[in-house]
C-alpha cells in the first residue's frame, strides 16, 4: 500500500473555485465512505479548511488513485472534473508526508506560521476514526503530523513569522493602524458561533473593542460564546447573543463586522450593508498632507470644480453651456481626459471634426460662451487668441480628418474616497459578505480573496528555514520507520517458522531417545534454540536496518523468497497486529 494525497489550495486555485469547490460536513463524511469503497483505497482521510481541500489515501495503485481520487473530488464538491483538474495537485509516498507535515507547521498556509491549521488536522484525524476509515498508516501519519507541527512551533520562533487568519484580516482592515488603537471602543458583530467566529470573537475582545454581539443560528451556541467573553479573564468584554433575523438591526450599529458561517449563501448583501451604511456621518477623508478633509457636498464638489485650475485655464462646466455646439460628453471620450478638462488646449479638442471646431471657433469668438462673458475686457484680446486657434485647429482638421494628440491631458485631482464606517470581516469558505461590498464608499471589507493577495507578498521569517530542515528530517525518520515496519510482518514470519522447526526436531529427538530425562531434554531444546537466534539475529537486524532505508522495500520480498516463507502466512501476522490494535484502545490525536 501507498499514501497519496490529491487536493487544491489557496496556492493551486482561485478563490472563485475553492469557494464552490467547498466541502459541508454532510460532504466530507460521505466523500470518505465513497473513497474506502473504491477499489484502490484501504483508507482515507479528509482535511478541508476555508483555503484547502485534500483527500489522503492508503492506495495499491498510483494512477488508478489519482483518477478515482480526483473522480471523487469533482463529484462531492460539485465543481466538474475538466474544471477542477487544472487547480489539483498530486502527492505521492514521501512527498505526500512531506506536504502534510508542511502544512502542520503552517508553512503551507495563507498566513504563515498560523497554528489553527493543528485544530483542523486534529478534527480529520478524528473524523477519520470514528468513521473507521484511517487504518495504521493514516493514524501513524496524522497524528506524527500534529507532532511535528507542535515541534515546529515549540523549537523555533515560527509564530513569528505569521499570525493566525484572523489576526491577519484584522491587521488588513485596520490598514496599518495598530490592531489595539483601531479597535479600542467600537462596537463588533461577529455572525456565527464556530471555532473560527469564536477566535474572532476573543481576537476582537483582546483589542479592546467596547461590545460584541453574536449572532447565530443555533441560540444557545451563541448565548455560551457570549458568556464566554463576558466572564473570561482575558477577554473581559460586554458580549451578548442575538438570532440571525436581527443581523440588519446590530449592522446599522456595529462599527466592525466579522462572519465565518457554514451557510452555502450569502449572509450579508451589498444592499444590506449599504443600508446599515446609509445614514451614518462619514468619516473625514485623509488628505495628502496628512490631515482630514471635511465630506464634500454634491454642490461643493460642483463648486471646488469651478474653481480655476493649473496654469490659470478655466475648467469647463459640469453641464453644457446653452448655445454650445460641441457635444461635451463625446468631447470627453474622445480626448480621454475627465470632466473638467480645459478647452484652452489642444489635447481637449483632439479627435474633433473639423465642422465641430468652425462652430465652436465661431461661438467663442461671438463672445457668447460663459467662458467670454465672464472675463474683463483687457483678457478680450486672449479670447480672439483663443479663437484664431482654434480656426487653425480647424484647418488642420480639414486637411488630415482630426485634430492630432499632441499632448497629454492635464492631469486631474481626484476627491480622495472617504474613511469606511463599518469594517467588515469575511472569513467564510464559501463567502458569506457580497464581494459588491469591496466597491461601496462606506464600507472597507478583506475576505479570503483579498487576504490571500495580501498574504502571497509577506516577508518570510528566518524561522522557516529551521522549520523547513524540521520538517526534512521528519519525514525521513517517518519514512524510515514505515519501511522498517513494513518488514516486521516478515521477520515475525520467519521467526515462527524457525520456532516450529525447532519445536518439530524436539519432538523426533524424544521418539529416538524415549529415556531422556526432563533434565536433559531441556538443556538440549535450549541449545537448539540459542543457536537458530544467533543464526537469525544477524540477518534479520541487518535487513530492518536495510528496509528503512530509501528503495528498502524489496528486502521483506528477498526475505521471503531466500526463506521460502508462507505469502499467508506473513499476512496472518499483519492481520493479528492490525486487529491487536483495533481490540486496545482506539488511538486518540495528540
Not at 489515501?57 to 483538474?85: C, I, N, Y
Not at 478680450?380 to 482654434?390: F, P, V
Not at 529551521?466 to 513494513?486: L, Y
Request: charge should be negative; aromatic fraction near 2%.
Amino acid at each position: 500500500m501507498s499514501l497519496l494525497v490529491v487536493g487544491l489550495s489557496h496556492r493551486s486555485a482561485p478563490v472563485s473555485v475553492l469557494e464552490r469547490a467547498s466541502l459541508n460536513a454532510d460532504d466530507r463524511v460521505k466523500l470518505l465512505q465513497d473513497t474506502v469503497a473504491a477499489e484502490p483505497a484501504t483508507e482515507a482521510a479528509v482535511l478541508a479548511t476555508c483555503n484547502r481541500i485534500e483527500l489522503y489515501a492508503d492506495v495499491d495503485k498510483f494512477h488508478a488513485g489519482v483518477a478515482e481520487l480526483s473522480t471523487l473530488l469533482a463529484q462531492h464538491s460539485g465543481v466538474g472534473l475538466e474544471e477542477l483538474t487544472p487547480h489539483l495537485y498530486v502527492h505521492y509516498e514521501d512527498r505526500a508526508v512531506h506536504h502534510l507535515f508542511s502544512v502542520a507547521c503552517g508553512l503551507d498556509s495563507m498566513v504563515v506560521g498560523e497554528g489553527q491549521i493543528l485544530g483542523q488536522i486534529k478534527d480529520s484525524l478524528a473524523r477519520a476514526q470514528e468513521l473507521h476509515t484511517a487504518g495504521r498508516l493514516l493514524n501513524d501519519l496524522f497524528q506524527q503530523a500534529l507532532r511535528v507541527g507542535k515541534r515546529a512551533h515549540s523549537e523555533t520562533g515560527i509564530d513569528r513569522a505569521g499570525q493566525s487568519l484572523v489576526t491577519f484580516g484584522l491587521e488588513q482592515l485596520s490598514a496599518g493602524t495598530a490592531v489595539t488603537d483601531w479597535a479600542h471602543g467600537k462596537k463588533a458583530l461577529v455572525i456565527g458561533a464556530g471555532s473560527m467566529s469564536s477566535l474572532a470573537a476573543a481576537t476582537l475582545a483582546r483589542a479592546g473593542v467596547g461590545e460584541i454581539v453574536i449572532a447565530n443560528r443555533t441560540q444557545e451556541r451563541a448565548e455560551r460564546l457570549a458568556r464566554i467573553l463576558t466572564e473570561g479573564d482575558d477577554t473581559h468584554v460586554p458580549a451578548r447573543a442575538v438570532p440571525m433575523d436581527a443581523v440588519p438591526v446590530e449592522l446599522t450599529r456595529a462599527d466592525i463586522a466579522v462572519s465565518c458561517t457554514g451557510a452555502t449563501g450569502l449572509v450579508l448583501t451589498a444592499e444590506a450593508v449599504a443600508a446599515a451604511v446609509e445614514g451614518r456621518p462619514a468619516a473625514p477623508a485623509a488628505r495628502p498632507d496628512g490631515g482630514r478633509t471635511a465630506p464634500q457636498s454634491a454642490g461643493s464638489r460642483t463648486a471646488a470644480a469651478a474653481e480655476p485650475g493649473p496654469r490659470g485655464t478655466t475648467p469647463l462646466p459640469a453641464a453644457a453651456e446653452e448655445g454650445c455646439p460641441l457635444d461635451l460628453a463625446t468631447v470627453e471620450q474622445l480626448a480621454g481626459v475627465e470632466p473638467g478638462f480645459s478647452l484652452l488646449g489642444e489635447s481637449a479638442v483632439a479627435g474633433i471634426d473639423a465642422a465641430t471646431l468652425e462652430q465652436h471657433g465661431a461661438w467663442v469668438d461671438g463672445g457668447t460662451s460663459l467662458l467670454e462673458r465672464g472675463r474683463a475686457r483687457d483678457a478680450q484680446a486672449e479670447a480672439g487668441a483663443d479663437a484664431e486657434l482654434i480656426t487653425a485647429l480647424a484647418a488642420t482638421a480639414a486637411t488630415v480628418g482630426r485634430v492630432p494628440e499632441l499632448r497629454k491631458p492635464e492631469p486631474v485631482a481626484v476627491l480622495p474616497r472617504p474613511e469606511p464606517v463599518l469594517f467588515v470581516l469575511d472569513l467564510a469558505m464559501p463567502r458569506d459578505v457580497d464581494a459588491a461590498v469591496h466597491r461601496l464608499a462606506g464600507a472597507r471589507l478583506v475576505d479570503i480573496e483579498s487576504l490571500a493577495e495580501a498574504s502571497a507578498d509577506a516577508p518570510m521569517a528566518a524561522d522557516v528555514d529551521q522549520v523547513r530542515r524540521i520538517v526534512s528530517d521528519e519525514v525521513a525518520a517517518f519514512g524510515a520507520a514505515q519501511r522498517a515496519a513494513h518488514i516486521t510482518p516478515t521477520v515475525v514470519a520467519l521467526r515462527t517458522m524457525a520456532a516450529d522447526v525447532v519445536a518439530s526436531e524436539i519432538a523426533r529427538l524424544e521418539g529416538r531417545l524415549p529415556g531422556l530425562d526432563d533434565k536433559h531434554r531441556a538443556e538440549i531444546t535450549q541449545t537448539v534454540r540459542r543457536v537458530v537466534d544467533k543464526l537469525l539475529h544477524a540477518p534479520t537486524v541487518r535487513v530492518k536496518q536495510l528496509a528503512a532505508e530509501p528503495g528498502g522495500a524489496g528486502y521483506a520480498d528477498a526475505l521471503r523468497t531466500l526463506f521460502d516463507l508462507d505469502p499467508e502466512t506473513v499476512a496472518s501476522v499483519s492481520r493479528a497486529d492490525e486487529d491487536s490494535e483495533k481490540n486496545g484502545k482506539n488511538r486518540g490525536p495528540a
